[in-house]
Nanobody, 116 residues
């Protein structure tokens, strides 16, 4: 089992920045990739960014050049640095971890609100 706890959400003005953190605990050796998804009101959950165990990064087109995913293995923590935020980035952001078996683990989410 893997437990994920997000932090760092909040209210920010358009153009501002936030950094989300996801602290992982449990059977971390079983994980292949970790990342961030988001779900805006009335919309489906969508992938934002992922980073594999080997360090490969993937971003949804709408955040490329603005968001950076990184991790600190010594702290078992994954970060999402969000810059030049837009109102359309408003959503609940969820940390995700995927095991080699395909099992998905989810955090409870953290709300990001970007005001115009």
């Amino acid at each position: 089992q893997v437990q994920l706890v997000e932090s760092g959400g909040g209210l920010v003005q358009a153009g501002g920045s936030l950094r989300l953190s996801c602290a992982a605990s449990g059977s971390l050796f079983s994980l292949n990739a970790t990342g961030w998804y988001r779900q805006a009101p009335g919309k489906q959950r969508e992938l934002v960014a992922t980073i594999t165990r080997g360090g490969m990064r993937n971003y949804v087109d709408s955040v490329k050049g603005r968001f950076i995913i990184s991790r600190d293995n010594s702290k078992n923590t994954v970060y999402l640095q969000m810059n030049r935020l837009k109102p359309e980035d408003t959503a609940v952001y969820y940390c995700n971890a995927r095991g080699y078996s395909g099992t998905d683990y989810w955090g409870k989410g953290t709300l990001v609100t970007v005001s115009s």
